[in-house]
Every structure is written in structure tokens, then in C-alpha cells.
């Protein structure tokens, strides 16, 4: 069987239509058809309810920087689906990922053919990635948990060489549970046997979840500290500071990611190094680690994607990641007037994500994110009518841009932010890609 791109990628959205389904009987099954591909790569996992793309960014790139053949998977995707499955920074080739999904295709209808469940997309997109990290030998792999961890499918990952647990929010509560001692129980999954966890600062609550977890599975867990943190400098462009993690000073390191929540992730993701080098024999150097920093970049994080008028698209879209971008307006933004382009989709928490930021910025322009869960336009208008600020809405993200361009003057923000589909599409025009 041979499949082109566009029929690879129709057969994975096509698989859309089997939904959502937490469990790991499908995923096994499948990846046994293939060869269990997964048995044979080191692997990093990483759960958590924000930070989990930063934090994968920031290791992928101390890694890279030292000399490893480093895969990175993803979700979802900004602009391009390659861009969920990496090696050191490039994206998976179309013809590779085609060759790679009749494979799977293949497997699957072995599958259908003896009355087994049909593999969800995420299913689909998780076993080619390995299957691809398998084939290209990389030397490690971070991979990012879709939803939730302990029934994810990266979970059939049995032995990673150290699980990763970035901040704990609301978030995906119809699968998750309503607390976040619940939440945290099922990102706490991704603890295994006799192995080792880093796990970003939490409330006393999440933080008992995650010690019981480890206690009953004798994993040995550390809890990021950022000692001693000295933040010299914060903007837009980039970060400076020193810390001191796990015993070791480092001085002066730059992130390019703006907002201190991502010094924290940059401190979480050194907290992982540093105990990857005690316990999992990590041979990386001061140099690699600061060069991986400096370069790291993560698109749809405050990023930067024009100069006049300030245009920065945030991916920003549950209640924890809102109340960074609020603590980003306020210490990045605050000498400005903006123009917020929000869009939303309908199982997010929209009030709350609303009564955060509206408040802070200036005239509000509504839009439609390219997503069936999408929230239109007109409707998230009248929600945000109430907060007395002018808005317009637009369904057409194109127009939506547009009216924001007309309503900003060149001195003053444009802020997207709401939904990942929403600012990939809003990145892809702005930038022209």
C-alpha cells in the first residue's frame, strides 16, 4: 500500500470520527503489530495542564546543543501537522509521514479485521511517531502526554528513562475530574516503577497526589526548586537570570521566551537535566546547556510576529495559561493600549478565561477558530459585551486581523490569544507561511 501526503493526512483526520477514547488497549495492540518500536527508545515524558510544550522545548534544545540526535513530539500542531513529530528541530518529511501512515493503515485494518476498535487519531499520529523515533535511532525522545497521562496513549511507554510534571490546572475536566487532586492523579500516571519524576512547584494538595504516586511505585521524586532565583532582566525580547538548581549555580543563562512562568519552566527543565546526569549517567556540558537555552524558541508563546504595531500571538487558552498571559500584560504590556483578537472554543472555560483578561486591554475583536468545538463569533461577542469595552466581532479569522490592523495604531498591541487553532492560522498570515 502507498499512500501521497494529503491521502496520509485525510486517512489521520478521517480517523477524527472515532473520538476521544482514554485507555491503552488499542495503542498496545497496535504498537505489538508494529514491533513495539517504543521498547527501544529513551524516553523523557512529559504531563502536566500548561508548560509541557516549553518545557520540551527547552530539553530538546539542551540536548540538541550537546551533540544528541533528539526527537520531539507534540500537540497539536500551529501551522503544519510535521510539525508534531521533530528530530533536533526539523519536521518529519511529507513523504516519510506518508510511507510511514500506509504502515499503520496497514495494521489497523489487521486490527479492524479481527473486531477490534478502530484507533483514534491520536492513536494513529502517537504510533507513527514512534515508529519513525524507532527507524531513525534518535538518541532521546521528549514526548509531550496529549490529555491527561495515565490513560494517554504516550502511557504504553512502560520505562521512561524520567517522567516530567508541569504546573496542574483546570482543564479537559469532563475527562479528567472536577479537582485538581483528581486531575493530578491521572497526569500522575505517568509515574512508573522503580523510576524517576521532576515535578514543577505545586499546592501542598497536588503535591501529596504526586508523592503517594511515587512512594507506592518506589520512584524517587524531586520537586523543581528555583534557589536563589535573581531575574536581572524581563521583556519582550528575551530573559536573563541566575539560579542555583539542585546544588549547581548557573549564572546569567537567556531564554528568548518572554514571561517568568517560562524562567520556571526553563528551571523545571534544568532540575530534569541536572537529575538526568546523576541518576540516568546524562554526559551534556555547561556550554550545551546554555547554547540550547539561548536557542530555544517555542512559536505561539508570546511570540513576537510583528514589530508596528507590537503584534504577539499567545496560545493561551484554559484559566491557568490566562493567568500567565494576564501577569505577562501587566509587567510586558502595561505602558500600552491593545487590541485583543479572541477566539474560543465552547468547552473552554470562557468566563473565566474572560473576567481575567478583558480588563486589561482596550477594544476587543471576536473571531472563529478552524475547529468543530469552536465557539462562533457573534455568540462570544455577547459574552464579552458585558465588560463596557468596544468590540467587533468577525468569524472570518482573515477579516478578524484586518479590523484589528484598523483599530490599532502603531504605537499601541495586537494581541491574539484564546485558542492554538485560532493563532496558528493568525501566525501563518502575518508571517506569510
Not at 102 to 117: F, Y
Not at 199 to 211: C, D, G
Not at 375 to 380: F, Q, T
Not at 409 to 420: C, H, M, P, T
Request: proline share 3%.
Amino acid at each position: 500500500m502507498t499512500l501521497n501526503y494529503q491521502e496520509a493526512l485525510d486517512f489521520i483526520h478521517g480517523t477524527y470520527k472515532f473520538g476521544s477514547k482514554l485507555g491503552l488497549e488499542n495503542i498496545t495492540y497496535l504498537l505489538e503489530l508494529l514491533g513495539r518500536p517504543q521498547e527501544g527508545l529513551k524516553i523523557i515524558h512529559i504531563a502536566g495542564t500548561n508548560g509541557k510544550g516549553s518545557t520540551a522545548a527547552f530539553l530538546h534544545g539542551m540536548l540538541k546543543a550537546a551533540g544528541y540526535r533528539v526527537g520531539l513530539y507534540t500537540s497539536p500542531y500551529l501551522q503544519y501537522f510535521t510539525e508534531r513529530i521533530q528530530i533536533n528541530g526539523v519536521d518529519i518529511p511529507e513523504e516519510r509521514l506518508a510511507s510511514l501512515t500506509a504502515v499503520v493503515k496497514e495494521k489497523i485494518e489487521i486490527m479492524v479485521a479481527e473486531g477490534r476498535n478502530h484507533p483514534t487519531e491520536f492513536e494513529v499520529v502517537t504510533a507513527l511517531a514512534l515508529l519513525y523515533y524507532a527507524e531513525e535511532k534518535v538518541d532521546y525522545l521528549v514526548l509531550e502526554v496529549g490529555l491527561g497521562g495515565r490513560l494517554d496513549a504516550t502511557n504504553v511507554v512502560k520505562n521512561p528513562l524520567l517522567s516530567i510534571i508541569t504546573p496542574i490546572g483546570f482543564d479537559h475536566m469532563q475527562y479528567l475530574g472536577n479537582t485538581l487532586e483528581a486531575i493530578a492523579y491521572e497526569k500522575g500516571g505517568i509515574i512508573k516503577e522503580n523510576g524517576y519524576t521532576v515535578v514543577y512547584p505545586q499546592s501542598e494538595a497536588v503535591l501529596k497526589v504526586f508523592k503517594e504516586l511515587c512512594s507506592s511505585k518506589s520512584n524517587q521524586l524531586t520537586i523543581s526548586e528555583a534557589v536563589g532565583l535573581d531575574i536581572s532582566y524581563s521583556g519582550i525580547d528575551y530573559q536573563q537570570f541566575s539560579v542555583v538548581i539542585q546544588g549547581k549555580e548557573y549564572k546569567d543563562i537567556k531564554i528568548k521566551l518572554a514571561g517568568n512562568h517560562q524562567i520556571y519552566n526553563c528551571c523545571n527543565a534544568l532540575t530534569a537535566i541536572e537529575v538526568m546526569k546523576s541518576e540516568r549517567g546524562l554526559a551534556i556540558n555547561d556550554e550545551a546547556i546554555y547554547k540550547g537555552l539561548a536557542e530555544t524558541g517555542w512559536p505561539g508563546r508570546m511570540e513576537v510576529v510583528k514589530e508596528r504595531p507590537l503584534t504577539i500571538i499567545d496560545g493561551a487558552h484554559n484559566i491557568h495559561g490566562a493567568e500567565a498571559l494576564r501577569g505577562n500584560i501587566k509587567t510586558l504590556l502595561g505602558q500600552y493600549k491593545i487590541t485583543l483578537v479572541i477566539g474560543m472554543l465552547e468547552d473552554k472555560d470562557i468566563e473565566g478565561f474572560l473576567k481575567l483578561i478583558i480588563p486589561l486591554v482596550d477594544r476587543v475583536v471576536t473571531t472563529r477558530p478552524d475547529n468543530p468545538r469552536a465557539m462562533g463569533a457573534e455568540a462570544l461577542k455577547e459574552k464579552v459585551i458585558s465588560y463596557g469595552k468596544p468590540v467587533y466581532a468577525h468569524d472570518d479569522i482573515n477579516e478578524a486581523i484586518a479590523k484589528a490592523e484598523e483599530l490599532t495604531n502603531e504605537n499601541e498591541v495586537i494581541l491574539y490569544a484564546g485558542s492554538l487553532y485560532m493563532i496558528g492560522a493568525v501566525r501563518g498570515v502575518i508571517l506569510g507561511a
